[in-house]
């Protein structure tokens, strides 16, 4: 199971630490934007080797280090 945690490792793998694991509303907010998604995307697909269906990225995935980890999770399911 992925951690609020290993979300927040992710985005600071991409050069997002300023970027806490209490933030909400990361991408309503513009916090996050299009291209913050694509390299977490890529950074998922690097880190868990697999490959992430387009058809299963959402904005409401990528609004907080839970909801990324929940995305992940669905993604390794």
Partial sequence: MVT????LAL???IGRSDI???DQSLMSE???N???IMDLVGAIESKYN?????ELIDVECF????AIAKF???VLA
């Fill in 30 to 32: 513009g916090k996050l």
């Fill in 20 to 22: 806490t694991i209490t």
């Fill in 72 to 74: 992940i999770d669905k």
């Fill in 11 to 13: 985005l600071q793998q």
């Fill in 63 to 66: 609004e907080s280090c839970d």
């Fill in 34 to 36: 299009s291209i913050d």
């Fill in 4 to 7: 609020a945690n290993d979300a």
């Fill in 50 to 54: 697999c490959i992430i269906d387009a």
